[in-house]
């Protein structure tokens, strides 16, 4: 079955960074685009981060562009969200999630994704 298990989150800084893993298993990571929503407390889950199937076609949120980098390796059917001049709104739960097709495209929105992990706490201290 398929699984996607985070890991990485933390409590840092403002100004620090973190790097986020996801491990994907049970179906044919090279095949799918990938990517990473975040949802903070009382807000609705929102997109932050797409990846296509070979890394070369990124997407980003506007409020994460220039910071953030997304990133995969397919050999180790992992996916990475490397988090860097943080801000305490970036403080939210992060989950990675898997496409729902073989899409040529990167997708912004959750109904297009099928599969998400459990989701791995980021806390950014002011």
């Known amino acids: 079955q398929v699984q996607l298990v985070e890991s990485g989150g933390g409590l840092v800084q403002a100004g620090g960074s973190l790097r986020l893993s996801c491990a994907a298993s049970g179906f044919a990571f090279g095949s799918y685009r990938m990517g990473w929503f975040r949802q903070a407390p009382g807000k609705e889950r929102e997109f932050v981060a797409a990846i296509g199937w070979i890394g070369a076609s990124t997407s980003y949120a506007d409020s994460v562009k220039g910071r953030f980098t997304i990133s995969r390796d397919n050999a180790k059917n992992m996916v990475y969200l490397q988090m860097n001049s943080l801000k305490p709104e970036d403080t939210a739960v992060y989950y990675c999630?898997?496409?729902?097709?073989?899409?040529?495209?990167?997708?912004?929105?959750?109904?297009?994704?099928?599969?998400w992990g459990q989701g791995t706490q980021v806390t950014v201290s002011s």
């Open positions: 999630a898997k496409r729902s097709s073989t899409s040529s495209s990167n997708s912004y929105y959750r109904r297009d994704y099928n599969y």
